[in-house]
Nanobody, 115 residues
């Protein structure tokens, strides 16, 4: 089993940047492809970016392509989401999980982008 703690969210103006962190517990973190997801108010959770188990094979939602970068460090079980050129429509709670979403969801971290 793997558990996640997301951090790094906050309030930022449009055009600004944030770096989210995902700390994972459990010795099996490194065998899973991982992803960042987000859920805006009144909307379904969506996959934002994913990365292969050893890094590489990054994929991004069209809405964030060119602005967000997903990074992982298997020692020590950490994943990041570098978010640049933020837009108000990026406002959401951001979560990390395996790419298949197989583990329990953490609390997430709130990102709010003001116009």
């Amino acid at each position: 089993q793997v558990q996640f703690v997301e951090s790094g969210g906050g309030l930022v103006q449009a055009g600004g940047s944030l770096r989210l962190s995902c700390a994972a517990s459990g010795s099996t973190f490194s065998i899973y492809a991982m992803a960042w997801y987000r859920q805006a108010p009144g909307k379904q959770r969506e996959l934002v970016a994913s990365i292969g188990s050893s890094g590489g094979s990054e994929n991004y939602a069209d809405s964030v392509k060119g602005r967000f970068t997903i990074i992982r460090d298997n020692a020590p079980n950490t994943m990041y989401l570098q978010m640049n050129s933020l837009k108000p429509e990026d406002t959401a709670v951001y979560y990390c999980n395996s790419r298949a979403g197989r583990f329990a969801w953490g609390q997430g971290t709130q990102v709010t982008v003001s116009p």
